[in-house]
């Protein structure tokens, strides 16, 4: 499966994310992370946008369509305004 960017995903597994300074934060079913960049064919950046790891990015093996989730974004501006 592709994603777009601006698409939200929800992560389905428990794990720990190592983060600055040596640290690791919990990452849970349930917690919610952004597509955010494509960094080649198999590889893409998220940002956690929930949880533990809100905030923090992370990149993971997704494909990573360069077309925009024109909605999801507009969705997220309409709901901060």
């Not at 494509?38 to 929930?50: A, D, L, V």
């Not at 997704?62 to 507009?74: G, H, N, P, S």
């Amino acid at each position: 499966m592709k994603y777009k960017i601006g698409q939200e995903i929800e992560i389905t597994n428990k794990f720990f994310l190592n983060i600055a300074n040596g640290k690791k934060v919990q990452v849970n079913p349930g917690d919610k992370a952004m597509v955010v960049k494509k960094i080649n064919e198999n590889m893409g950046e998220i940002i956690y946008i929930s949880g533990n790891a809100k905030g923090n990015s992370q990149n993971i093996n997704i494909e990573v369509d360069t077309k925009i989730d024109e909605e999801e974004i507009a969705s997220r501006i309409m709901k901060q305004i």
